[in-house]
């Protein structure tokens, strides 16, 4: 399967303690999206990499999220401190440089923080 | 505001039926796509649709890209239970894609 791929599936954990997940986009693909999900709306974007440069962040994204792309290839999300508003879907999706509106999407993180 | 406001939000249909789901804007798209969520996967693209009026086919599927650009349709002829899901209207923001909220489409045997 050469699609993107997510890490874990599924994630549940206590308020206060860190969760990171992780992102292998397709190979070829040098752009990078993060999106997050809450039930009954579509995916709001969180921040976005053109090879490692981090070159945009959302609102959302506040200072308990990071973010990185070391080497240009998979990326990492990690969420310190959780809150139970951070229950959501985390969605990785990756495009080519000259399509970079066709992103195609991992199956994505489910996240509960009890 | 919704940028993009999708119309119905919720539809649930017998199998066989005929159905459209709208998605409609105040601005205009040099380019918008139609995606696929089902329950506890990532969406997955349709199809990407750049020309006013364009119309294209997948299938039992016809999406449609307004004249203005400010608008598109999705057509299915004869629905099947395995068109259920959530049908996701987007464009593009700068770099990034910007999501309608959805149109969650069941078709019952």
């Known amino acids: 399967d050469t699609g993107v791929s997510q890490d874990p599936r599924h994630k549940i954990t206590k308020r206060g303690q860190n969760v990171t997940f992780r992102c292998d986009p397709i190979?070829?693909?040098?752009?990078l999206y993060w999106y997050r999900q809450t039930l009954g709306q579509g995916p709001e974007f969180l921040t976005y990499f053109q090879n490692e440069a981090q070159l945009e962040k959302s609102r959302l994204l506040s200072d308990r999220f990071s973010a990185e792309r070391p080497k240009g290839s998979f990326s990492t999300l990690e969420i310190q401190r959780t809150e139970q508003g951070d229950s959501a879907m985390y969605l990785c999706?990756?495009?080519?440089?000259?399509?970079?509106?066709?992103?195609?999407f991992g199956p994505g993180t489910r996240l509960t923080v009890t | 505001t919704q940028l993009l406001e999708q119309s119905p939000q919720f539809l649930s249909i017998q199998e066989g039926e005929n159905l459209t789901v709208y998605c409609n804007s105040s601005s205009v798209f040099s380019s918008l796509q139609w995606y696929r969520q089902e329950p506890g996967e990532g969406p997955v693209l349709l199809v990407t649709?750049?020309?006013?009026?364009e119309v294209k086919k997948l299938k039992r599927l016809t999406f449609q890209f307004g004249d203005a650009r400010k608008d598109s349709s999705l057509h299915i002829t004869a629905a099947q239970p395995g068109d259920t899901g959530l049908y996701l209207c987007?464009?593009?923001?700068?770099?990034?894609?910007?999501f309608g909220q959805g149109t969650r489409l069941t078709i019952n045997p």
């Open positions: 649709v750049v020309t006013g009026g």
């Open positions: 987007v464009v593009q923001g700068a770099q990034k894609l910007v």
């Open positions: 999706a990756s495009s080519s440089p000259g399509l970079p509106y066709e992103q195609y």
């Open positions: 190979s070829e693909h040098n752009r």
